[in-house]
């Protein structure tokens, strides 16, 4: 959930029930985890990737984190000769869960992550997650957001300002301006914890969008579960024979 050039511009579910995405969302990535045939997970990192094309630029550049932590994953499972670094699981297990990676990755764009921090948190709570924990991530959220503005502004300003230094120096004044962006964090949570308890706050905030469930998202909501179980049961016959 990108507030810069990384947010999803398109929703190709937008009428869906948000409480039904997240459902379909939850079904599928634990389906998508569970699968351990490439094709059924390329099939449905295929799938999951159609709805996002509009979006292609701003795909891959959300898909590069998750493929370069998937990367590091297929480097430590390499084994290596003597010990040390790697182990004896192979490459293969490690392609496996690059690809599990992915599908998540694809399913959770496609599904949960354009209903956006509002439609999510309302949705949560309709569901009756707990008040708290709601409120809790929407403030986490929303302190992440403030503090990486404050640290590209910063780096920004430091880039423009700052004279020829050797790599050492400028590693020294990265890690100053992230260490002065982490307190003023700190200080920040500390005077909205102040804010919301001097007007009231209890720790929950109250539902501001209501939601009408139709039937499309029943019948969206069954055929997501319906296809994640379809690939449960294809994947364990293809493994048993």
């Given at each position: ?23 379909a ?29 509009r ?46 990676l ?56 430091l ?20 260490g002065?962006?982490l307190?003023?964090?700190?200080r ?14 209890d ?39």
């Amino acid at each position: 959930m990108y507030l810069n050039r990384l947010e999803f511009k398109n929703d190709a579910f937008r009428g869906i029930d948000p409480r039904c995405r997240i459902g379909a969302g939850a079904g599928l990535i634990l389906c998508c985890l569970t699968l351990s045939n490439p094709l059924l997970l390329a099939l449905l990192i295929l799938a999951a990737a159609v709805p996002l094309l509009r979006d292609l630029r701003r795909l891959l550049a959300r898909l590069l984190p998750v493929n370069l932590f998937a990367l590091f994953l297929v480097l430590t499972l390499i084994p290596v000769p003597g010990g040390g670094f790697g182990n004896q699981a192979g490459p293969a297990v490690g392609l496996l869960l690059a690809l599990r990676l992915n599908a998540a990755a694809l399913i959770s764009m496609a599904l949960i992550i354009p209903l956006g921090i509002g439609g999510l948190t309302n949705a949560l709570l309709k569901l009756r997650c707990p008040e708290k924990l709601a409120a809790l991530f929407l403030l986490t959220y929303r302190a992440l957001f403030v503090m990486y503005r404050r640290i590209f502004v910063s780096v920004a300003s430091l880039k423009l300002r700052q004279p020829r230094q050797h790599i050492l120096g400028q590693w020294r004044s990265y890690a100053a301006v992230f260490g002065t962006a982490l307190a003023g964090a700190f200080r920040r949570s500390g005077k909205i914890g102040r804010a919301l308890k001097s007007r009231g706050f209890d720790g929950s905030l109250p539902i501001t969008r209501d939601f009408v469930l139709k039937p499309g998202d029943l019948r969206f909501l069954a055929c997501s579960l319906l296809t994640a179980a379809a690939l449960w049961a294809l994947d364990r016959y293809l493994r048993a024979r």
